[in-house]
């Protein structure tokens, strides 16, 4: 069954030297369930394309549907409460909030949908055990390591039950042992049931995924099922 659905997808920007064409008709399914890497040069389309799936922008033309909602007839109020509703997001620069703990940034989207604050320390606990930080809970961002940045940006994403997590080059601001870590539990994350749509440049990040999909000039130019790459945990190299 398809969480994500595009037909005819555009995206066509009126820029003062003319209009560009950035997304160019692209016709796409995603399963639930899936772990697809999204690869493509700069200007291929493969931003354009995340920005429109995690609802941050607006098509010119086409057809998306999330979850089986039609995403092109919300107003800006009903893609703000689809996107906090069904979308996690991890980005490269984690974009923690410096002067709250951990605990306190996985709050924060139970903050937006209103959640009372037992319930959301709670699950926000949860959350930062499912990613190995349950010990952390109290330590602000500048007392963590990148890659534990990283997992406490991955449990705010989780921590709403979301249908989809968009993760944008999570591992660019990685070291290549950390990078394998993350990737490893994006890998877990599936397994247990994720859809995970992660967008990078670097191929051997894109190995990890079930799926690849690679975009040119707007285009997708290649869809294929690939034996992911098994990255190894923290503990499997320890």
Same mark, same amino acid.
Do not use: W
């Given at each position: ?17 003319? =209009? ?11 399963? =639930? ?12 389309? =493969? ?38 509703? %069904? ?139 690939? %034996? ?9 190299? %320890?």
């Amino acid at each position: 069954m398809a969480l994500i659905e595009t037909q005819g997808l555009r995206r066509v920007y009126d820029l003062d030297a003319g =209009k560009v064409v950035a997304l160019d008709h692209v016709d796409l399914a995603i399963d =639930k369930g899936d772990f697809v890497a999204v690869m493509g040069p700069s200007g291929s389309g =493969k931003s354009t394309f995340m920005n429109l799936i995690g609802c941050l922008d607006r098509p010119s033309g086409g057809h998306y549907s999330l979850g089986g909602t039609s995403v092109e007839t919300l107003d800006a109020n009903g893609l703000a409460h689809l996107r906090n509703r %069904e979308i996690g997001f991890v980005f490269q620069q984690f974009n923690l909030l410096p002067r709250l703990d951990a605990l306190g940034n996985v709050e924060l989207p139970m903050i937006y949908a209103g959640m009372d604050r037992k319930h959301r320390r709670d699950r926000a606990l949860q959350a930062l055990a499912r990613v190995g930080l349950a010990e952390r809970a109290h330590h602000r961002p500048m007392q963590l390591s990148g890659g534990q940045q990283q997992r406490v940006a991955i449990a705010r994403a989780l921590v709403n039950n979301p249908s989809l997590l968009l993760a944008d080059e999570p591992t660019g601001a990685l070291d290549s042992r950390t990078a394998t870590e993350i990737l490893g539990l994006f890998q877990e994350l599936n397994r247990e049931g994720a859809t995970i749509v992660l967008v990078t440049h670097d191929a051997d990040v894109g190995r990890h995924a079930r799926r690849l999909v690679r975009f040119r000039d707007g285009r997708v130019i290649e869809d294929v099922r690939q %034996e992911p790459l098994q990255a190894r945990m923290a503990e499997a190299a %320890e």
